[in-house]
């Protein structure tokens, strides 16, 4: 096995044996929790490192409906997009650590913070509320493309077109899309130009319009352009095929010996907020989860696919086991790890 894609078999294979160990089905009883000295009196603030129209947005969205339709607490959402997460977090880490503000923020937090440990962990500089999502990518194009029509006929395409053939995703040095497109192009001996949006909808009009040749993202995100036949998969990171994109190959499938990154998105507090409003919001957050508009959104986006609920101690988990794999990945890539 190539020494750098065998880097991390392990650590996935133990983050997805422990969110199996972690699964949980919403059985808990407490369906109301008093609020702790009245709190919160006022509408929470939730900031947002990315656009509304992607998955961060989405995701973003259908926790606060399910956090107020428990709570009847309102939540107010900040999109600050920038820096693939950075501007978000920035912000974030200023706002009064009162427990009124909450972030959500990605694997990027992780992946940020491995390469330079002078960045937030999400781990310890925040306490995780819940991780509501964890997935996988895969690679699309238009269904309308005649170039190519499969992962095979795009590699070559791309082969041919001297390193200008381009593909969007939201990414910055040493992110998991970043990573993985080494990893793949490594694999295939292809050159391909990233070309990174924060936003979606521009991500996602690039690859309709024509200005990108290919999109890498989660399925989820791209629902809609799925249904409506503008999007088509020809390529799941992931050791198997999902059954509900059983016709197209994984990476492993098409030679690709590397171990996927898993996407996950979460709910954070500040590691200073009051102690019994960060445990009000633990409960508000995890039962939000919970909420049957939550679990519909989590279906509806093919959340469904592997076990995307971790709890506070599953979410430090799984982020502490995430650093330590792009550390490996990273030191072993050559890259200035800090």
Not at 8 to 23: P, Q, R
Not at 113 to 122: M, R
Not at 220 to 230: S, T
């Amino acid at each position: 096995m190539n020494r750098l894609f065998g880097i991390g078999v392990a650590a996935t294979m133990m983050m997805v044996a422990s969110g199996a160990a972690n699964a949980f089905e919403c059985k808990v009883k407490e369906a109301s929790m008093d609020k702790p000295g009245g709190f919160p009196e006022r509408a929470l603030t939730m900031i947002v490192p990315y656009g509304p129209a992607g998955g961060s947005g989405q995701v973003a969205a259908a926790m606060a409906e399910g956090v107020t339709g428990l709570t009847g607490v309102a939540i107010n959402r900040d999109h600050k997009p920038g820096g693939s997460g950075t501007v978000g977090m920035t912000a974030y880490m200023a706002s009064p650590a009162d427990g009124y503000n909450v972030l959500e923020h990605i694997d990027d937090a992780s992946s940020a913070h491995a390469l330079d440990s002078s960045k937030p962990n999400p781990a310890t500089d925040l306490i995780p509320l819940v991780i509501s999502q964890v997935t996988f990518s895969q690679i699309y194009i238009r269904t309308n493309e005649t170039r190519y029509n499969d992962w095979e006929s795009f590699v070559a395409w791309v082969k041919a077109q001297g390193g200008k053939a381009t593909i969007a995703n939201v990414s910055k040095e040493g992110s998991m899309e970043r990573v993985t497109m080494k990893f793949i192009t490594d694999a295939t001996g292809m050159e391909i130009q990233q070309i990174s949006f924060d936003k979606g909808a521009p991500r996602y009009g690039a690859l309709l319009g024509g200005q990108v040749d290919a999109l890498f993202e989660q399925p989820g995100d791209v629902r809609k352009f799925l249904d409506a036949g503008n999007f088509k998969p020809i390529l799941t990171i992931f050791d198997e095929r999902p059954s509900v994109f059983a016709d197209v190959p994984t990476h492993r499938e098409m030679g690709m010996d590397f171990d996927p990154l898993l996407r996950f998105r979460g709910f954070y507090v500040h590691k200073d907020a009051p102690a019994d409003r960060v445990k009000w919001l633990q409960w508000a957050f995890q039962r939000g989860y919970c909420q049957d508009s939550y679990q519909a959104f989590n279906e509806s986006k093919f959340m469904n696919v592997i076990d995307s609920y971790r709890d506070t101690a599953g979410a430090r988990d799984l982020i502490t086991r995430s650093v330590a794999q792009y550390r490996d990945v990273y030191k072993a890539m050559g890259m200035d790890v800090k």
